[in-house]
């Protein structure tokens, strides 16, 4: 954070530096992260970081909690989270006390969109499996084409959600040359079709595409869209990507589709409960590749959110509009 930021002190800015929870584990501070999508900033104890605030100007954050009692307490004319999402600022508290809210989205939009479609290409081509049994002893090699996988150029990936990582993976799968369907209800028909995908409703995506990606942020009106009617539409030879958030999914319905045929399998990254608890279902399912939230854990996608606020905050000291201010829904 500092190492982005260091580089407004020719502006004359000076800085004071805080942890918080710096002595938790990785497990721990990633658990209360999490919860603080839908428990909000205001669930959480913020006196520490108030302590900080006297003579401060600018609160910079990556996911500590910015609640309304701290904004209140404070004489603050901006706040940031060097992250895309918002969920640890009380948006209509700053809107409230005149205080200007800034966010990076896209800091790991490139981090995300990679791992995705790495994850979809390394489970179309089975690389995992092979890997596995390969470290098992087993040379297994297979001669008949109706158990071999196909070319990314024959199948049809369906892409929930075209906001920048859904556009990032049309983009990187375009040199594969499949056929691209795209379901977000946001976005124009006309640009998904400029960017080389056709739109499809939901229940067409679903049963017509070979791998199906999510890319949709965690809302109440999508916690749970892929579930047992989802996966009853789904190919039969298809299987599921997830790679934004664990909500999207109901678990045990996909448990059930894998187990039952109703799809391939899946690649997942995220999950409803993480870590994922000892002795899961998922962990004995043939076809499921699992990997523990890594997709945009990257060196530039870390470095990527400070440099993203720093250069807001110089346009901001220059007196001219930041391009991410964020404010409330209201």
Not at 3 to 11: F, K, Q, S
Not at 18 to 25: F, I, R
Request: zero cysteines.
């Amino acid at each position: 954070m500092y190492e982005a930021l260091g580089g407004l002190e020719e502006h004359g800015v000076t800085f004071d530096r805080m942890d918080w929870l710096g002595d938790a584990s990785p497990t721990e501070f990633r658990n209360v992260t999490m919860d603080m999508e839908s428990l909000g900033p205001g669930s959480y104890d913020t006196d520490e970081i108030a302590a900080n605030l006297d003579g401060v100007d600018a609160l910079v954050v990556h996911k500590a909690p910015v609640s309304r009692e701290l904004i209140e307490g404070a004489d603050l004319s901006l706040v940031a989270a060097a992250r895309g999402g918002t969920e640890n600022i009380d948006l209509e508290a700053a809107a409230d006390n005149d205080v200007t809210a800034l966010h990076a989205p896209g800091r790991n939009r490139d981090a995300v969109a990679d791992y995705a479609v790495s994850m979809l290409l390394s489970r179309l081509r089975e690389i995992p499996f092979n890997h596995a049994d390969l470290s098992d002893g087993e040379w297994n090699q297979v001669f008949d084409p109706d158990q071999l996988p196909p070319d990314v150029r024959t199948t049809t990936v369906g892409i929930v959600g075209f906001g920048h990582i859904g556009r990032g993976v049309a983009r990187r799968l375009a040199g594969f040359d499949p056929e691209l369907l795209v379901y977000d209800p946001f976005v124009d028909d006309d640009d998904i079709r400029e960017a080389g995908a056709e739109p499809a409703a939901l229940e067409t995506l679903l049963g017509d595409s070979d791998a199906v990606t999510l890319h949709v942020r965690l809302s109440e009106d999508t916690e749970g869209m892929i579930g047992p009617e989802e996966f009853e539409q789904m190919n039969t030879d298809g299987y599921l990507v997830n790679t934004a958030r664990g909500g999207l999914v109901d678990t045990d319905a996909l448990v059930d589709a894998v187990s039952s045929g109703s799809i391939a399998g899946a690649a997942l990254d995220v999950f409803e409960e993480e870590p994922i608890p000892e002795g899961h279902p998922l962990f004995d399912l043939e076809g499921v590749v699992l990997t523990p939230h890594v997709a945009g854990s990257t060196r530039d996608a870390v470095l990527g959110g400070p440099r993203i606020i720093a250069s807001q905050l110089e346009d901001y000291l220059d007196d001219e509009t930041p391009a991410h201010v964020v404010r409330a829904d209201r």
